[in-house]
């Protein structure tokens, strides 16, 4: 896979695989070890924690560009959110199966609102936006950015 896919796709499978323990970071690492160093270095950013594709292929594509990002991020307590790009900007990735529930969907609207009680700016951006019109969701990160939410004071 690491020679016929897009960086982005191997270090998602890779976080995925990690998530569920079908591999161990030692294991990646050796695997890792035998490449060329070009690919090293775009493989090398891996990370478990991240809990679906879309969430893995945001934090690379955004990293690419530049950004500090962190993930699964814990705010406060009861609060993990998927990234936070600087210090107040968070961006959550969703499927559509988390917002099938109407009750899940209030719960979001809560969250949001403690979000911003706390200083934080929140994006939103579905499974479909990620896959397949990445460059409008770049776009609007960038200008939240841009506006500097990325650190705004609480």
């Known amino acids: 896979m690491c020679h016929c896919e897009s960086p982005e796709y191997v270090v998602a499978a890779v976080d995925s695989a990690l998530h ?3 591999i161990s970071r030692g294991a990646w690492l050796r695997e890792l070890a035998n490449l060329p160093l070009r690919l090293r ?3 090398a950013d891996v990370d478990g924690r991240s809990e679906s594709i879309i969430e893995s292929l945001s934090r690379f594509r955004c990293r690419a560009v530049g ?16 990234l936070v790009i600087g210090e107040r900007l968070v961006v959550e990735v969703d499927g559509r199966e988390h917002h099938s529930d ?17 200083g934080y700016r929140v994006l939103h951006f579905s499974y479909s936006q990620v896959m397949h019109n990445w460059p409008s969701v770049e776009a ?13 004071h609480a």
């Not at 950004?67 to 307590?77: N, S, Y």
């Not at 609007?140 to 705004?152: F, S």
């Open 20 to 22: 569920a323990g079908l």
């Open 41 to 43: 270095l775009q493989l």
């Open 67 to 82: 950004l500090r990002v962190r993930i699964q991020v814990t705010l406060a307590p009861g609060l993990r959110v998927d």
């Open 102 to 118: 109407p009750s899940a969907f209030e719960r979001d609207r809560i969250r949001d609102a403690r979000l911003t009680a706390l």
């Open 140 to 152: 609007a990160i960038l200008a939240a950015v841009g506006h500097g939410d990325h650190r705004l």
